[in-house]
Nanobody, 132 residues
């Protein structure tokens, strides 16, 4: 069974940092484009950052460019999202998602039900709260 498990969320003050991890099982991570998505209360799920199966290509939402960094370790079957200079508006449930069919830019552009219907594997999410 293909599974993604996110970890690393929590409560952090504005300006702080968190590193999210996404651990994969039941799939060969090397073949998958991976995306981090987030969903804030009352808002649609949106792409935050995506990375190609080799790690050579990445994409970021404008709202996180320069603050977030995506990386992957295929040997450890894990993808990371380093989040720095966190803002209150970064508060959301963060999900990782995997699919073999999409390039990074196409995956990261997906939102809401388009994303959930067209991306094969999703994790259960981890909550990030940015608050003083």
């Amino acid at each position: 069974q293909k599974q993604l498990v996110e970890s690393g969320g929590g409560l952090v003050q504005p300006g702080g940092s968190l590193r999210l991890s996404c651990a994969a099982s039941g799939l060969t991570l090397d073949y998958y484009t991976i995306g981090w998505f987030r969903q804030a209360p009352g808002k649609e799920r949106e792409g935050v950052s995506c990375i190609s199966f080799t790690g050579g290509n990445t994409d970021y939402a404008d709202s996180v460019k320069g603050r977030f960094t995506i990386s992957r370790d295929n040997a450890k079957k894990t993808v990371y999202l380093q989040m720095n200079s966190l803002k209150a508006e970064d508060t959301a449930v963060y999900y990782c998602a995997a699919d073999t069919r999409w390039v990074v830019h196409s995956m990261c552009l997906m939102t809401g039900t388009v994303a959930t219907r067209n991306i094969e594997v999703w994790g259960q999410g981890t909550l990030v709260t940015v608050s003083s």
